[in-house]
Every structure is written in structure tokens, then in C-alpha cells.
């Protein structure tokens, strides 16, 4: 594996994407992308992600049905969701009906006035919390640690659990009656239109998942997805989601030993493969956005936020860098775009590297689309050390016990020594000597 990898480093990363032109660029973007997300989904990182989410949905699916249900019952079209569920589950073959039978029974078995207002709130909890696992999920994937507020994760989630069968629903069932044999034969059509308008019918349960995963890559992860990246990653995923269901199926059909094995356990043990496979998928379809979305991300960057403090602090100074030489040229500030295509990092890199500057107001972030980042002080009255100063004590506790062995006073004295020695090195240099070093000239771009 790791052979097949170096030869393929060695051949689609040795030209630069700006010296090709578009037609070049383009499949070769998607192709590293493809490659990239194959070396993370086949990690130990995403398949324990994918296992944690497997156990959530086993603890979580039940209520999140209920919840579901309830809200499809509210528009009288409830009896719908059961042909939904066994569309999902179709790969398990002749069990899937055995398996949606167990699901609908324990759902019918919730009762709301029974449970009362403190067995309700656990039931959106717990539905929540498969919802809030997701978002980790994929937040660990674009390489965000900043997690939603209590009050965004609140509505967020719930607006998803609430507005997401229906809207599911809605496009199933419109799509399905705009391109049934009725229709088509109620517009007359016929002969090369007809048979496009068939194609289109039977194009239709593909182009609704990669409607609903482009939804989900957009929305979940607490960053801004393009809309481009979050296409392409939903219909590599989608693709795979039907690939998958077939090789699954003809899996199942020839597999009749397990029946013996495992005996009545075999239905729920299938169903945790399959439901393994589902999240495999819509993690590759993450990965697959977040490097079309980050095209510079090379293959030599480890999956995750494997940073070294070294390269945080060069990131940072070298972005800080890119924002002074900017005001210096009078340009109102640097799209984040413009400063993660220019270092060929991924722009939630770039928010929380910046997070401590902003929080100083050193930073200052404009509230226009796109944003901008730009100075908000003097640069000549920053000292660089200051600066060298926040970056080593971002995400520091305030308060160390006196026990702590932070706070020896050998290690206290021998670290105000490297301080010191630090301030005397950079003595008289601020943030706007950052812009002097600089030998190259960011893309001030949107």
C-alpha cells in the first residue's frame, strides 16, 4: 500500500495547479481528492469515528424515528416512511422486511403521553446526540475543533430532526409523481423525450441522495462548505452508497452460513455491517469535499490536525504576514479563500490559528460576504514577541494548582529565562516587520 502511495505522490503531485490550465486542473483536483480520502477513510482515525457512530445510531435511531414519525404523523403522510426505510435497508436482502418490522414495532411502542415531560426531553436528547456525534464526525474531517454554541447546537439540531423527514418526503414523493408513467403519458410526450424523462425516473433515488448528502455536507460541520465541494463530495458518496448496495445485497444472498453461526443474532449483525458501511461512505464523501474544497492540501499533511507547534506558529505568522503586507499595499483586508489558497491550508486552519489574535482585537473580522481579515491596530506598535507570546499560550488554563508540575519554580525560572532571551532577539521588531520578509505577493483575491 504504502509503495502503490509514493508512486502515486510521485506522479499527481509533482505539477503545481496553477501553472495548469482549467481543463488539467480540474480532473487532477478530483483525482488527488479521490486518493487523499481513500489514505483517511482507510485509517485508524476515521474507521473508530465510524464505529462510534455505528454504536450512537444503535442507541439513537429508535428515538430519532419516534421523533421523526411524529413529525410525519403531524402531516397525516407517516405510513410513507415505512417504503422509505426499506429502500435504506434493501441491501440486507429478505431480512430487511424482518428488520423494518422491529424498528416500526419499537417505535409504535413510544408512547409520548406515557413517557411525560421528563422521558420526552431524554427522547430529543437522545436524538440529539446522534445528530451532535455526526457533526464531530465531520468536524474532525474539515479540521475544526471550535464546536457550536449549546444555543446553535440546540436549534440546529433541532430544526434538522424536525424539518428533515418532511423536506425528505416532499422531494421523494414530487420527484416520483413528476416522472411517473401517468405523467409522462398525460404530456404526450413520446420517443426521445419519453425515454429521457425514463432515464430521469430511474436517475431519481441517485439524485435525491446526493441532494440530501450535499444538505449534510453543507450544514453539519461548523464551518463554511462551498457548494461546489459539497456536490462533488455527495455524488462521489451517493455513487458509492448505490455501488455499495448492490455488492452488499449479492453479499447477504451468498452468504447463508452466517444464518448457522449466528442464528438469531445474524439479522442485527448484518445490520451493524451495513450500517459500518453507510458512515464509511458519508465520511469518504467529507474527505472528498474538504481536499476538493482545499486543493493545496498535499499528501504529505497527516489526516487530522496533526500540527507540530513549530508549524502552528509558522502558519500563524506567515498568515499575520500575509495581512500586513496587504494593509501596506491598501487592500481592505484578506478573504479567507484568498489566504488558505495563498499558504494551501484549509481556511478552518486559518480561523483558529487567528482565534487569539481576535479575541486581543488585534484581528478584526468584517461581517460582508465573503469576510475579510484585516489589522485592527497599529502594526508598528505590536511588538512581535507579543504576538509569539499568544500563540504559545492559546487554549492555556488560567489557574494551575499548586501541585501542578507546571508550576515548579525551576520550571517557572527557567522558562521566564527563554521569555526573556526571546524579547531580547526580537527587540525593536513588530508585526509590520512581518511584511518586509516576505519575498513573494499573496493573491489579495476574493
Given at each position: 500500500?504504502?509503495?502503490?502511495?509514493?508512486?502515486?505522490?510521485?506522479?499527481?503531485w509533482?505539477?503545481?495547479?496553477?501553472?495548469?490550465p482549467a481543463?488539467?486542473?480540474l480532473?487532477?483536483?478530483?483525482?488527488?481528492?479521490?486518493i487523499?480520502?481513500?489514505r483517511?477513510?482507510?485509517?485508524?482515525r476515521?474507521?473508530?469515528?465510524?464505529?462510534?457512530?455505528?454504536?450512537?445510531?444503535?442507541l439513537?435511531?429508535?428515538?430519532?424515528?419516534?421523533?421523526?414519525?411524529s413529525?410525519?404523523?403531524a402531516?397525516?403522510v407517516?405510513?410513507?416512511?415505512?417504503?422509505t426505510?426499506l429502500?435504506?435497508?434493501a441491501?440486507?436482502?429478505?431480512?430487511s422486511?424482518?428488520?423494518?418490522?422491529?424498528?416500526?414495532?419499537?417505535?409504535?411502542?413510544?408512547?409520548?403521553?406515557?413517557l411525560?415531560v421528563?422521558?420526552?426531553?431524554l427522547?430529543?436528547?437522545?436524538?440529539v446526540?446522534?445528530?451532535?456525534?455526526?457533526?464531530?464526525?465531520?468536524?474532525?474531517?474539515?479540521?475544526?475543533?471550535?464546536?457550536?454554541?449549546?444555543?446553535?447546537?440546540?436549534?440546529?439540531y433541532l430544526?434538522?430532526?424536525?424539518?428533515a423527514?418532511?423536506?425528505l418526503f416532499a422531494?421523494?414523493?414530487i420527484?416520483?409523481?413528476v416522472?411517473?408513467?401517468?405523467?409522462?403519458?398525460?404530456?404526450?410526450?413520446?420517443g426521445a423525450?419519453?425515454?429521457?424523462?425514463?432515464?430521469?425516473?430511474?436517475?431519481?433515488?441517485?439524485?435525491i441522495?446526493?441532494?440530501?448528502?450535499?444538505?449534510i455536507y453543507?450544514?453539519?460541520p461548523?464551518?463554511?462548505?462551498?457548494?461546489?465541494?459539497?456536490?462533488?463530495?455527495a455524488?462521489?458518496?451517493?455513487?458509492?452508497?448505490e455501488?455499495?448496495g448492490?455488492?452488499?445485497?449479492?453479499?447477504?444472498?451468498?452468504?447463508?452460513?452466517y444464518v448457522?453461526?449466528?442464528?438469531?443474532?445474524?439479522?442485527?449483525i448484518?445490520?451493524?455491517?451495513?450500517?459500518?458501511?453507510?458512515?464509511?461512505?458519508?465520511l469518504?464523501?467529507?474527505?472528498?469535499?474538504f481536499?476538493?474544497?482545499?486543493?493545496?492540501?498535499?499528501?504529505?499533511?497527516?489526516?487530522?490536525?496533526a500540527?507540530?507547534?513549530?508549524?502552528?506558529?509558522?502558519i500563524a505568522?506567515?498568515?499575520?504576514?500575509?495581512?500586513a503586507?496587504?494593509?501596506?499595499?491598501?487592500?481592505?483586508?484578506?478573504?479567507p479563500?484568498?489566504?488558505?489558497?495563498?499558504?494551501r491550508?484549509?481556511?478552518?486552519l486559518?480561523?483558529?490559528?487567528?482565534?487569539?489574535?481576535?479575541?486581543?482585537?488585534?484581528?478584526?473580522?468584517?461581517?460582508?460576504?465573503?469576510?475579510?481579515w484585516?489589522?485592527a491596530?497599529?502594526?508598528?506598535?505590536?511588538?512581535?514577541?507579543?504576538l509569539?507570546?499568544?500563540?504559545?499560550?492559546?487554549?492555556?488554563?488560567?489557574?494551575?494548582?499548586?501541585?501542578?508540575l507546571?508550576?515548579?519554580?525551576t520550571?517557572?525560572?527557567?522558562?521566564?529565562?527563554?521569555?526573556?532571551?526571546?524579547?531580547?532577539?526580537l527587540?525593536n521588531?513588530?508585526w509590520q516587520?512581518l511584511?518586509?520578509?516576505?519575498?513573494?505577493?499573496?493573491?489579495e483575491?476574493s
Amino acid at each position: 500500500m504504502k509503495t502503490w502511495f509514493a508512486f502515486l505522490h510521485h506522479q499527481l503531485w509533482r505539477e503545481g495547479l496553477d501553472t495548469l490550465p482549467a481543463w488539467r486542473a480540474l480532473p487532477l483536483i478530483l483525482l488527488r481528492a479521490l486518493i487523499l480520502s481513500a489514505r483517511d477513510i482507510t485509517g485508524e482515525r476515521m474507521n473508530l469515528r465510524a464505529m462510534s457512530l455505528v454504536y450512537t445510531t444503535l442507541l439513537s435511531l429508535v428515538p430519532l424515528l419516534a421523533v421523526s414519525f411524529s413529525v410525519l404523523k403531524a402531516f397525516g403522510v407517516h405510513n410513507a416512511a415505512r417504503p422509505t426505510l426499506l429502500s435504506l435497508l434493501a441491501p440486507l436482502g429478505a431480512d430487511s422486511v424482518q428488520m423494518v418490522d422491529q424498528i416500526t414495532g419499537f417505535v409504535d411502542n413510544i408512547k409520548v403521553g406515557v413517557l411525560g415531560v421528563v422521558g420526552v426531553i431524554l427522547l430529543l436528547y437522545t436524538a440529539v446526540s446522534l445528530v451532535q456525534k455526526v457533526e464531530q464526525g465531520f468536524n474532525e474531517v474539515w479540521r475544526v475543533r471550535r464546536e457550536r454554541t449549546f444555543a446553535q447546537r440546540f436549534s440546529n439540531y433541532l430544526s434538522v430532526i424536525f424539518t428533515a423527514p418532511v423536506l425528505l418526503f416532499a422531494v421523494a414523493t414530487i420527484g416520483a409523481s413528476v416522472f411517473n408513467d401517468a405523467i409522462i403519458d398525460w404530456l404526450g410526450v413520446s420517443g426521445a423525450a419519453a425515454a429521457g424523462l425514463r432515464v430521469l425516473q430511474g436517475m431519481l433515488p441517485l439524485l435525491i441522495l446526493v441532494a440530501v448528502f450535499s444538505f449534510i455536507y453543507s450544514l453539519v460541520p461548523n464551518t463554511r462548505v462551498r457548494a461546489v465541494p459539497a456536490l462533488s463530495g455527495a455524488l462521489v458518496a451517493a455513487l458509492l452508497w448505490e455501488t455499495s448496495g448492490v455488492l452488499f445485497a449479492q453479499f447477504v444472498a451468498g452468504s447463508a452460513n452466517y444464518v448457522a453461526v449466528y442464528s438469531g443474532f445474524a439479522i442485527v449483525i448484518v445490520f451493524m455491517v451495513w450500517v459500518y458501511v453507510i458512515w464509511l461512505i458519508l465520511l469518504f464523501g467529507a474527505c472528498v469535499a474538504f481536499y476538493i474544497q482545499n486543493p493545496g492540501y498535499s499528501s504529505g499533511h497527516d489526516a487530522g490536525t496533526a500540527f507540530s507547534p513549530r508549524q502552528r506558529e509558522r502558519i500563524a505568522l506567515a498568515a499575520l504576514g500575509q495581512l500586513a503586507r496587504a494593509h501596506a499595499r491598501s487592500v481592505p483586508g484578506m478573504t479567507p479563500r484568498a489566504l488558505a489558497h495563498y499558504l494551501r491550508l484549509p481556511e478552518s486552519l486559518l480561523e483558529e490559528v487567528f482565534e487569539p489574535f481576535i479575541e486581543q482585537q488585534l484581528v478584526a473580522r468584517t461581517d460582508e460576504q465573503p469576510p475579510r481579515w484585516l489589522p485592527a491596530v497599529d502594526l508598528a506598535s505590536v511588538p512581535l514577541a507579543q504576538l509569539l507570546a499568544l500563540l504559545r499560550s492559546q487554549g492555556e488554563q488560567q489557574q494551575l494548582h499548586p501541585h501542578d508540575l507546571a508550576a515548579e519554580p525551576t520550571l517557572i525560572a527557567l522558562e521566564n529565562r527563554l521569555e526573556a532571551s526571546q524579547q531580547s532577539a526580537l527587540e525593536n521588531l513588530t508585526w509590520q516587520d512581518l511584511a518586509g520578509d516576505l519575498q513573494t505577493d499573496p493573491a489579495e483575491r476574493s
